[in-house]
């Protein structure tokens, strides 16, 4: 669990997100291969678990570092033999660790059938604990020196169980990890990366921080190699006659704040806090600075940005929230003048496991009309983006119409700003009127970047897809698109999902790019099935070996019970994280919350299970699937203005009784399997990287509460099969 943890930072943020959904979730088949290598082999020596146990430890501290060495690009592993080597040999290597540790813990299992509800009951609390010592030492001791502090309970492991001068090898080995760790910022990057001096780095468990010096007056603030934000020197006086000389770099909005006696300003996702200052500068009485990272508020409050911005961020105007954005909105009375958003996000998944493709609920049709509430009587929203645009303005037009906004189309305009390669939407509370659609973004032309009016635009531009999109709707305006402008929503939010099948070819796989995506090349659904043709092709196949060698044999029914709750298990888990982000907001507080509630409640359904029919467990945890699919959604609602503790307890307590008996149908029955555990753990093992990989793509496709469906599907066939086979 740490190193699923560490390990999406790291690689999310050094090769792209979508690479590191890849890599790491066919890595996570090590884990069944492992148990799976006990059957074949018949591997029955107790006493070599602490050899095991080192090897997945030595894996763990080689294994980023040989990536990093070899520096696979995996943007062209379907078009060079090289790198497809490259790839295969990445996804190996980080598989390592799975595979040994798979094969010391089905030993354990095989040993101990009997007492399997308490044995998985200490690995699941134990993954829980992970999940804090992995968020822990990421956020104070950092995320490079989490990757080699990573395997040192592990190596405790494997010291408590070798005997003599054995003990002497996790003693090196440890004391070798140390050493790497004294130079893990330098093995865990990238060469080549930076485009100006690094003045410094930063990396936590939310993200890797650089701040780049580009002269004595700008600098740059780089979250995870990818979203930029830039830092504006000021000497903090407000009457300073240069200021009206300042380049903001973005949409001037200097016109909307002096519409304002008293302008309350709200910047989602401030970062380096050039809009907050901009906002200051145009006299904004009241701005509230809100920014998920930590890390990012503190350079700009106390840290070594704070006096190189003038310590704006001590003005006694400025409010400084460190809370996910759209968390604020929604938990906040207030009413703001302005909402302001500007690339608001950093393409890089965070700490949810190997799982992720960054989803963002900042986004969403649902986040329209949260943000429409939360503007005062004449406000105004902007939101800009790179490549998201046609896709939010098509959620905005559904949030409009079921806020039942009378002539809709005159509260809002888009815009183009060909010299950034952006387009920005700008709402209002009241009708548009020429002069505001003329100044609101610092006035049209090639003084200001350029910028001129898409809609309403001129006759030339009717057939923009942002004009069709108004005219005729998205749907009639998909075929014309290139890529996906559906609106995202609250229950699949992942927005940077641009991909249409259509655009798929061989030719186009062979010359794709990190943001191939937001083109319309269908790259996490290529990524996606490549990771369910691996697991059809190989892994599946590999798991019915052990039908065709002598032995004892798992009846073809229990051998589909394992799987199915295999995948059902880690479908809930990926779709209950990512669903619980809303309520808690995009943090490490959400990873914590409810992965680690999930695994440990799970484990004390372990320990209990013995006390249920395995019957009942099935039917209560089908039961609870359809509750969180169509109820809980509207009782997180209720707490959404509650603090964030509150926000966490709530959740915890509205996944624990659908974890606790998620905990039950492993143990309950494989303690009755015997020595065949192993393989009945090695089957689950490979159905938990399909579940994971079929509920993300049905969460892209058809949404969260689809994906949860599909799960009760799952637990469905398993009591089915428990109801009228296994028993018989």
Known sequence: MIIELVWTRIFSAEFFYTFAFLVLSLAVFGLGAGALTIRLFRITNDSANWIYLLLSATSIIIGPALIFLIQPEFTKAFASGTELLKTIVSVFVLSLPSYFGGISLSQIFKSSPGRLPGLYMADMISAGAGVIFAVFFMQYFQTHYTAFIAPLPLLLASFIMAKGFRKFFPVILSAISIVMMINSQTILTLPGRDKAPVEHRHW????????????????????????????????GDFNDPELKNYNFFGADFGYLVRRFDNCKFLALGAGGGKDVMHALVEGAAEVHAVEVNPYINYLLTSGRLASFTGNIYKDPRVKVITEDARSYIRGSDRKYDIIFSFSSNTYAALASGAFALAENYIYTKEAFVDYWNALSDNGFLVIEHHYYVPRLLSGMLEALGDLEIADYKRHFAVYGMPEWNRQLILLSKKPLDAEILKNALGGLGSKNFGIYLIYPGPPNLDNHIINRIIRDGWEKSS??????????????????????????????????????????????????????????????PLNLIPYFRP??????????????????????????????????????????????????????????????????????????????????????????????????????????????????PFPLFGKNTGELIDWGFAVNGT??????????????????????????????????????????
């Open 204 to 235: 936590d468990a939310m993200a890797k921080i650089k701040i780049y010096k580009y002269n004595e007056d700008y600098k740059g603030l780089i979250t995870d190699n990818h979203a930029s934000s830039t830092v504006i020197g000021f000497n």
């Open 479 to 540: 075929e014309y698109a290139g890529f996906k402008i559906s609106p995202s929503t609250d229950d699949s939010p992942f927005i940077p999902q641009l991909g249409l099948w259509e655009n798929f070819s061989l030719e186009q796989l062979a010359n794709i790019e990190e943001f191939s995506e937001f083109l319309g090349f269908p790259l996490a659904y290529t990524v996606i099935i490549t990771i369910l043709g691996i697991s059809i092709i190989i892994m599946m």
């Open 551 to 664: 032995g004892p044999k798992l009846g073809i029914f229990q051998w589909i019970y394992f799987f199915l709750i295999g995948a059902a298990f880690m479908g809930v888990e990926v779709v209950l994280i990512q669903r619980y982000t809303l309520l808690i907001g995009v943090s490490v507080y959400s990873t914590v919350a409810v992965l680690m509630a999930m695994l440990v409640i799970s484990g004390l359904g372990s320990r209990f299970c013995e006390k249920f029919n395995l019957k009942y467990a099935l039917s209560i945890i089908i039961l609870l699937l359809l509750f969180e699919t169509a109820i809980a959604p509207e009782i997180t609602l209720l707490f959404a203005r509650s603090s964030v503790s509150v926000r966490i307890l709530a959740s915890i307590l509205l996944i624990s009784p659908l974890s606790f008996f998620m905990g039950m």
């Open 687 to 728: 159905a938990s990287v399909i579940g994971s990989a079929l509920a993300v793509f049905i969460s892209i496709s058809w949404g969260f509460s689809v994906a949860l469906i599909f799960t009760a599907l799952l637990y469905t066939l398993a009591f089915v099969i428990i109801f009228t086979r296994v028993d018989k």
